[in-house]
Structures are given as C-alpha cells and as structure tokens.
C-alpha cells in the first residue's frame, strides 16, 4: 500500500465549476501538506501548503487537512481552461516529501 | 525570478553510456534532491543531498549516482545507463528543515535510452 494515495483521473470539468481533488494517506507523523500544480513538459509548481488541519484559501484555491481522517483536499472554484493540469498532493514529516501520483484535470471551455 | 535549472530538456543516450544530469539552484538552497517520474509511478525519489559533499539514497537508487561539490549545483550519474531508465527527471531544491516551504523544481529532463 502506498504512503499516499491519490486517484490518477482524469477528472473533466466545464469551465465554470469546482474542481474537486483529495489525496488519503497512511503515515500519522505527516505535518506538513502541500499541492503542486503540474503543467504538461514542466516541473510541478507549489500551489498551496498548510501545516495543521482546518482550511486555508488563496484565491480561487481552498485547501482542506482533516489528520484525523487521514484526508487531504484542494478545491478550485470558478475553474478556467487554464487551470488544465495535473495536481500532486505531497506531505512531509520534514524536509523529504512524499508525493501523491497526480490528479489529470481538464477544464473544457 | 528564483530559478532550478536542469542543463537538457531532451537527451537520447545509447545502452551502456555512461549520463550526467546537471542542475544548478540560484536561491542558496542547502537541500537538493532528484526525482524520477513515471506514469503510473508517480514521482519517485531516487538521492538527496542536505549539504555539499553529503548524499543520502532515496527509494530508487540503484543504477544511479550522485554528486555535489558547490551548494548551489547538485549532478545525478546514470553509470551505465539501461532501457530501464527511460524516463523524466526533475530536480528540486529547498532550504531549512521545514518542509512547509517546500520544493522549487526545474523544468525537467526527458531521458530516452536506446
């Protein structure tokens, strides 16, 4: 089983509506939870981090922690075309992460 | 603009050549660490680095290599490169022992071994 589990997609959504992505993990020492943008050919992109539970918002983009539950979320509301990515979820105990396998979303116009 | 910078975009080696992967970091960076990516796989680890003249092997370190002399330039060797290692390798760097500031990646480089 790995450490971090995360549904490959891909997920198309109409321009307009909320994108909905969440990686599971099994590792309870995870403290840190961070979401990369990935866009085909490049390097992923830190979109977002948190460090305890609860939501945080930047944007168009709310990121949810549940350690309870084991659950990690990212919303995007008001999704452009643009917004056509892979995401990775990552999360870390300290500076080594372990990544997510990606989310492919497309947002068609 | 902060920068990682992966000296190739596209390489195509043949069977048994010996590969360097250079990626250089203007942002001071103690950490730097080289992933591989695969579909299906994911990003696997394959070494990191904390500091210069340390190394410390990831999940997938067999076949692989690494070294890093300047703080700011970390190379990954294929010593003897394989079909096997076809495949999409991305540096990233990052400071300080918390991971809440995550990683700056390079643009990658596509590796086809032939």
Sequence with gaps: QKEVEQDPG???????AIVSLNCTY?????????WYRQ???KGPELLMYTYSSGNKEDGR???QVDKSSKY????????????????LCAMSTGNKLTFGGGTRVLVKP | DVKVTQSSRYLVKRTGEKVFLECVQDMDHENMFWYRQDPGLGLRLIYFSYDVKMK???????????????????SLILESASTNQTSMYLCASSWGDRGDYGYTFGSGTRLTVV
Excluded: C, H, W
Excluded at chain 1, 10 to 16: A, I, K
Excluded at chain 1, 77 to 86: E, N, V
Excluded at chain 2, 61 to 71: A, F, L, Q
């Design chain 1, 10 to 16: 891909p997920l198309s959504v109409p321009e307009g």
């Design chain 1, 72 to 87: 990690i979320s990212l919303f995007i509301r008001d999704s452009q075309p643009s917004d056509s990515a892979t995401y």
């Design chain 1, 39 to 41: 866009y085909s050919r």
């Design chain 1, 61 to 63: 983009f709310t990121a």
């Design chain 1, 26 to 34: 099994s590792n309870s020492a995870f403290q840190y939870f961070m």
């Design chain 2, 56 to 74: 410390e092997k990831g999940d997938i370190p067999e076949g692989y290599s690494v070294s890093r002399e300047k703080k700011e330039r970390f």
